[in-house]
C-alpha cells in the first residue's frame, strides 16, 4: 500500500469522525465489493459516494472535510514509517481474523497500527487481566502464570496499565517469552522511555505492540474500554486475576464471555476479591491451584487453549463468513 493510500486510510478512517460501522459500511461498498481503493474514493465527486455508497448529507459533509486533510495524512504516515510503526488494514490478509469473528462491523477496528512481529499472534494467545491497584496475591499470581506460559511459548497479551497488566508483561519478559501489548492510546503516544524499550523488544521479536487509535490519540477512560475488546478478542483463553464489580476489568471480563472465550477467574476469598466471584456466578471457571502452585492448571490450560486455537483456524479458513464480509446493510 503506497502512501497516498496509507494517508487516505488515516483521513477516513479518523478525520472524518465516523462510527466504525459507517466506516466499515464505505470499506464493504467500495472497497470489497467494487475492488476499488480508498485512494479512489476521494478521488471520486459526491454523486458516485451517494450512489455507490448510500450516504447521507451529513455523513458527506464529514467526508468532505476529512478529504481536506489528506495532504496531513499523508506527512504522519511518512512519521510512521520513520519510527517502524506499521498499519494493517481490515481488508488485509494478515489482519486478525478472530476480532472479526469476536467483534462484528460495528467495533472492528478499520486500522491496526503495530510495531513487532504480527506472527506472535499465531501462537497460542493467552490474555491475562486485572486491576490497577492488585493485591500483592494477585500480582504474585500474575507474574508466575505469565512466566509459566510465556516459558512454555505461549504468547501473554495484556493491555499496558500498571498492576495486573504490567506485571503480566514483566512476568513474560522474564521468561525471555513473547507478548503483545495492546495500547489503550495511540502508539506514538507512549513516553519516550517506554517506547524506546518497546521498540528495542520489538526488534528482537519478543514484543508486539498494537494500537486501534490514532497515532496521537491520548488516554481517556473509553478507550481504555475498548482496548479491552482487542485484548480479549486476540485471545483463546482470558485469565482474570483480581477483578472488583464495576470498572475496567469487569467490563472487560464480560466482553469476553460475550465473545464466547474460555474465562478464568484465580479463587479468592468472596470477601476480599467479590468481583471473583461475581464473574464464576456469570459463567467463569475457578482457578484452583494445588499447594505447590498452580503449574498442573496452567499445563491444561496450554491444552484446553490449543485445541480452542484449532476450533478458530477451522472458522478462520472461512473469511467470508466473518462479519466484515457479510452483504453491506446486514
Known amino acids: 500500500m503506497n502512501l497516498r493510500e496509507q494517508g487516505c486510510w488515516l483521513a477516513l478512517v479518523f478525520e472524518s469522525h465516523l462510527s466504525t460501522r459507517?466506516?466499515?459500511?464505505?470499506?464493504?461498498?467500495?472497497?470489497?465489493?467494487?475492488?476499488?481503493?480508498?485512494?479512489?474514493?476521494?478521488?471520486?465527486?459526491?454523486?458516485?459516494?451517494?450512489?455507490?455508497?448510500?450516504?447521507?448529507?451529513?455523513?458527506?459533509?464529514?467526508?468532505?472535510?476529512?478529504?481536506?486533510?489528506?495532504?496531513?495524512?499523508?506527512?504522519?504516515?511518512e512519521q510512521l514509517q520513520r519510527d517502524t510503526i506499521h498499519m494493517m488494514t481490515v481488508?488485509?490478509?494478515?489482519?486478525?481474523?478472530?476480532?472479526?469473528?469476536?467483534?462484528?462491523?460495528?467495533?472492528?477496528?478499520?486500522?491496526?497500527?503495530?510495531?513487532?512481529?504480527?506472527?506472535?499472534?499465531?501462537?497460542?494467545?493467552?490474555?491475562?487481566?486485572?486491576?490497577?491497584n492488585a493485591n500483592e496475591a494477585s500480582i504474585t499470581f500474575t507474574r508466575a502464570a505469565a512466566q509459566f506460559l510465556a516459558n512454555q511459548g505461549a504468547n501473554v497479551i495484556s493491555g499496558n496499565a500498571r498492576g495486573i497488566d504490567r506485571t503480566a508483561y514483566d512476568g513474560a519478559m522474564s521468561a525471555s517469552g513473547h507478548t503483545t501489548v495492546?495500547?489503550?492510546?495511540?502508539?506514538?503516544?507512549?513516553?519516550?522511555?517506554?517506547?524506546?524499550?518497546?521498540?528495542?523488544?520489538?526488534?528482537?521479536?519478543?514484543?508486539?505492540?498494537?494500537?486501534?487509535?490514532?497515532?496521537?490519540?491520548?488516554?481517556?477512560?473509553?478507550?481504555?474500554?475498548?482496548?479491552?475488546?482487542?485484548?480479549?478478542?486476540?485471545?483463546?483463553?482470558?485469565?482474570?486475576?483480581?477483578?472488583?464489580?464495576?470498572?475496567?476489568?469487569?467490563?472487560?471480563?464480560?466482553?469476553?464471555?460475550?465473545?464466547?472465550?474460555?474465562?478464568?477467574?484465580?479463587?479468592?476469598?468472596?470477601?476480599?476479591?467479590?468481583?471473583?466471584e461475581a464473574l464464576l456466578q456469570l459463567g467463569g471457571k475457578r482457578l484452583v491451584g494445588a499447594s505447590e502452585g498452580y503449574a498442573d492448571t496452567f499445563v491444561s490450560l496450554l491444552q484446553e487453549s490449543s485445541m480452542q486455537r484449532q476450533r478458530q483456524d477451522k472458522l478462520s479458513e472461512r473469511p467470508e463468513q466473518t462479519p466484515l464480509f457479510i452483504a453491506a446493510g446486514e
Not at 190 to 208: H, I, K, M, W
Not at 209 to 221: G, I, M
Request: charged share 25%; aromatic share 6%.
Open 22 to 77: 459507517e466506516v466499515n459500511d464505505i470499506l464493504v461498498r467500495w472497497c470489497k465489493q467494487l475492488g476499488r481503493t480508498v485512494e479512489e474514493f476521494f478521488a471520486a465527486d459526491v454523486e458516485e459516494w451517494k450512489k455507490t455508497c448510500q450516504l447521507n448529507e451529513k455523513i458527506v459533509q464529514k467526508l468532505m472535510q476529512a478529504k481536506e486533510k489528506l495532504v496531513a495524512q499523508a506527512f504522519l504516515v
Open 91 to 132: 481488508l488485509d490478509a494478515e489482519y486478525p481474523k478472530l476480532l472479526k469473528e469476536a467483534l462484528g462491523r460495528n467495533q472492528i477496528p478499520p486500522l491496526l497500527f503495530y510495531m513487532g512481529d504480527l506472527s506472535t499472534l499465531e501462537r497460542q494467545t493467552i490474555a491475562i487481566i486485572g486491576s490497577r
Open 182 to 276: 495492546v495500547l489503550p492510546h495511540g502508539i506514538r503516544k507512549l513516553s519516550r522511555v517506554q517506547f524506546r524499550t518497546l521498540q528495542a523488544r520489538a526488534e528482537t521479536g519478543n514484543v508486539l505492540l498494537l494500537s486501534q487509535f490514532h497515532p496521537d490519540a491520548p488516554w481517556v477512560v473509553s478507550r481504555a474500554m475498548e482496548r479491552n475488546k482487542i485484548v480479549t478478542g486476540l485471545a483463546q483463553i482470558v485469565i482474570v486475576a483480581e477483578s472488583d464489580i464495576k470498572g475496567g476489568t469487569w467490563e472487560g471480563a464480560k466482553s469476553a464471555l460475550a465473545q464466547k472465550r474460555l474465562l478464568y477467574v484465580r479463587q479468592a476469598d468472596a470477601t476480599s476479591l467479590p468481583g471473583n
